[in-house]
């Protein structure tokens, strides 16, 4: 199985300030044959489902403000988080589906 | 716009076994997979298994063959999702949410998750 490992665990920003949350995959998640990277981001707030935000690294889900923006190459990611509002303060996790099982990142703790 | 609604919180024993039901509303209901993962209390997300309703194909994760079985009632648009042999490490949010992207053949296989349900809180205890 492919392992998803955030970085950091836990982070604090401020508000208007710009948050950053890394995710590297133990393996490529880059198809070179049509060289689309198979990761998405979630938000998480209590006592919700997870929330798609990302898919593809870098296509934010329609509704989506465009303050998320994702980047990466075949095994390190990001997810960012310009101009932060006080609705952002969530739990944020990857996700690879290049292969199957699909794996979860631990998870990224955004506070402000 | 599918909309997926889950049954309500269980409380089980111990070597029972538990199924909860996902319930889809609006949208294409067949023709995508729909994924079941879950949440043990303050812990990530962990992929279980899936199924394409339109022909009742599942895809389980290694961990919980045996143990987990997956099925699809086209008529009323619901999915089931029922384990077995339960112990206290089962504790956990299960929730179903539609797979999304390249491959609708194959639950958990080149897709993403939207929309989720809300969730159902199974809890194991004696």
């Known amino acids: 199985d492919i392992v998803m490992t955030q970085s950091p665990d836990s982070v604090a920003v401020s508000l208007g300030e710009r948050a950053t949350i890394n995710c590297r995959s133990s393996?490529?998640?880059?198809?070179?044959?049509?060289?689309?990277?198979?990761l998405a981001w979630y938000q998480q707030k209590p006592g919700q489902p997870p929330k798609l935000l990302i898919y593809?690294?870098?296509t934010r889900e329609s509704g989506v403000p465009d303050r998320f923006s994702g980047s990466g190459s075949g095994t390190d990611f990001t997810l960012t988080i310009s101009d932060l509002q006080p609705e952002d303060v969530a739990i944020y996790y990857c996700?690879?589906?290049?292969?199957?099982?699909?794996?979860f990142g631990q998870g990224t703790r955004l506070e402000i | 716009q599918v909309h997926l609604v889950q049954s309500g919180a269980e409380v089980k024993k111990p070597g029972s076994s538990v199924r909860v039901s996902c319930k889809a509303s609006g949208g294409t209901f067949s023709t995508y997979p729909i994924s079941w993962v879950r949440q043990a209390p303050g812990q990530g997300i962990e992929w279980m298994g899936g199924i394409v309703p339109s022909f009742g194909a599942v895809n389980y994760a290694r961990r919980f063959q045996g143990r987990v079985t997956m099925t699809a009632d086209k008529s009323k648009t619901i999915v089931y999702m029922e384990l077995s042999s339960l112990k206290s490490e089962d504790t956990a949010v299960y929730y179903c949410a539609r797979d999304q992207g390249e491959n609708t053949a194959v639950a958990g296989f080149n897709n993403w998750f939207d929309p989720w349900g809300q969730g159902t809180l199974v809890t194991v205890s004696s």
């Open positions: 393996q490529t998640i880059l198809y070179s044959s049509n060289n689309k990277k198979y």
């Open positions: 593809w690294a870098s």
């Open positions: 996700q690879q589906y290049y292969s199957t099982p699909p794996t």
